[in-house]
């Protein structure tokens, strides 16, 4: 059988069309095997990844706690031997809650609005996922003791610590005054603005 080039345009062959037609499929097939393959594989590991973030994704109350809002918070960040400091700001909206974090020169950090139990991207920064965290491990934090059975029902609480076991443990010098620590990092001090830091 002599060898005949598959082209894009339609190929003829006077010994016969069947077998020219598996010649040029076995040629696709040979040329594309590499390229479905690695399609493939990134679609698994695109899911892998999306199924991982799901999970991951902090916790959130079953109910929309009281706040007292609006607030302003100092927030002190430290890991390691960095720390930083940022004023975040809680306000309702809408029907949502909006956070805006910036640094000290007012330059944007992240923001989020929490609707319907959801958070939704305010603006046109990049995701933050610490500061996604960081706002969800708020919201546990502000949220009332006569509240937090009914929103984080495997939440601990004795005395002056809070805890939601395995996310985050929280410290209170007073209500909007307290530290609030990941298990592996970063740990974070939050005041009242305008308090000073315990």
């Known amino acids: 059988m002599r060898h005949i080039t598959c082209r894009s345009e339609p190929a003829r062959d006077s010994d016969g069309s069947a077998s020219l037609f598996v010649e040029c ?3 696709f097939a040979s040329r594309f095997a590499p390229t479905v393959s690695a399609l493939w594989r990134l679609f ?3 899911m892998m990844l999306l199924l ?3 999970a991951s994704q902090a916790p959130l109350p079953a109910g929309n706690p009281t706040l007292p809002l609006p607030l302003q918070l100092h927030i002190e960040r430290q890991q390691a031997d960095q720390r930083q400091d940022w004023l975040l700001v809680i306000q309702r909206e809408g029907p949502g809650i909006r956070w805006s974090m910036m640094d000290p020169l007012g330059i944007p950090q992240a923001r989020q609005q929490l609707i319907d139990g959801r958070w939704q991207a305010d603006g046109l920064l990049p995701p933050n996922p610490e500061a996604r965290e960081l706002f969800a491990a708020l ?3 502000l949220t009332p003791s006569g509240e937090l059975a009914r929103n984080y029902p495997v939440a601990q609480q004795q005395g002056e610590q809070r805890t939601l076991a395995p996310r985050w443990t ?5 209500p ?10 970063p740990h974070y001090r939050v005041s009242a603005l305008g308090e000073p830091t315990p």
């Open 52 to 54: 991982s973030a799901c």
């Open 139 to 141: 919201l546990f934090a």
């Open 25 to 27: 499929a076995g040629v």
């Open 44 to 46: 698994v590991v695109s």
């Open 170 to 174: 929280i410290r209170y010098a007073q």
């Open 176 to 185: 909007l005054s307290f530290q609030l620590n990941l298990p592996q990092g």
